[in-house]
């Protein structure tokens, strides 16, 4: 019996990367995955992935700064499943910008969808996870790095927010924990592999001397998803290879 079995959970950003890989393996393991992302085009491809090895999913088209579509899409997943036990705020951009470069405008866009969008799926999912008797959100942050100011910051949000999250819905029996990744070959991280100086930095920083693959950030949100974390709320697991901070 997978891992998952009898769960319905919502993944946002699982179009691409480590969204894509998390949404295959909750398949794998049995839940009901609503896949959501702003690309429609991604979105299709993976759920005939995950369809092809007779997995349960549906996909939205979702923006995950936009509160309507949290809203519909809440009340879609709860009219197809009577609850929801799994969230995972996944959904990210960078702009790979330092602080003096970064414009007001930038800054806005950066947090609507990496601080908002967590903010709006905390929101939104409690009442279908009360349905369900309790819950797991996941919200995925990041270890940090050089030359993204508003990204880094929009992260530091979202990481008070899991905290401030973990407080209010632990009598409704909804546990919220955070994933902290290091660099991880994915579409946000390309222009970092592309360049082999800049590449050899960053590995050459961690213990275990290569990149991360989304599967190896996807075993760790699976494990925070499920019952194997019951008595987890509120921590932060970092899932880095042993990067080096100096
Ligand atoms: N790749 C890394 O090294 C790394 C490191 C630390 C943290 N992270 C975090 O992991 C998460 C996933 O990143 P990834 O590397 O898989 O990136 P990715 O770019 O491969 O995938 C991100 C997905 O989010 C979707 N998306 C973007 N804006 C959206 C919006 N407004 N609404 C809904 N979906 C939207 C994109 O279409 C894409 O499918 C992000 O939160 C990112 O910040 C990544």
């Given at each position: 019996m997978g891992k998952l079995e009898g769960k319905v959970a919502l993944i946002t950003?699982?179009?691409?990367g480590i969204g894509y890989s998390q949404a295959l393996l909750f398949a794998q393991e049995g839940a009901s995955v609503i896949a959501t992302d702003v690309d429609t085009a991604a979105g299709e491809k993976l759920i005939r992935e995950i369809q092809k090895k007779n997995g349960k999913t549906m996909f939205f088209k979702h923006d995950v700064a936009r509160e309507e579509d949290w809203s519909e899409i809440i009340a879609k997943v709860t009219k197809a499943h009577g609850k929801l036990d799994i969230l995972v705020n996944n959904a990210g951009i960078l702009i790979q910008k330092d602080l003096e470069n970064t414009s007001a405008k930038e800054w806005e866009k950066v947090f609507e969808v990496n601080a908002k969008g967590p903010f709006l799926g905390c929101k939104y999912v409690a009442g279908a996870m009360r349905k369900a008797g309790g819950g797991s959100i996941i919200n995925i942050l990041s270890i940090g790095g050089p030359s993204a100011a508003a990204y880094e910051a929009s992260k530091g949000a979202v990481q008070l927010l899991t905290k401030a999250a973990a407080i209010d819905y632990a009598k409704d029996n909804i546990r919220v924990n955070s994933i902290y990744p290091g660099l991880i070959e994915t579409s946000m991280t390309e222009e970092i592999f592309k360049d082999r100086v800049q590449r050899n930095y960053f590995v050459s920083k961690i213990l275990l001397g290569r990149a991360g693959l989304p599967i190896e950030v996807a075993k760790a949100v699976l494990f925070l998803a499920s019952?194997?974390?019951?008595?987890?709320?509120?921590s932060e697991l970092v899932v880095d290879g042993g990067y080096i901070t100096e």
């Open positions: 950003g699982a179009g691409n019952d194997d974390a019951s008595y987890m709320t509120g």
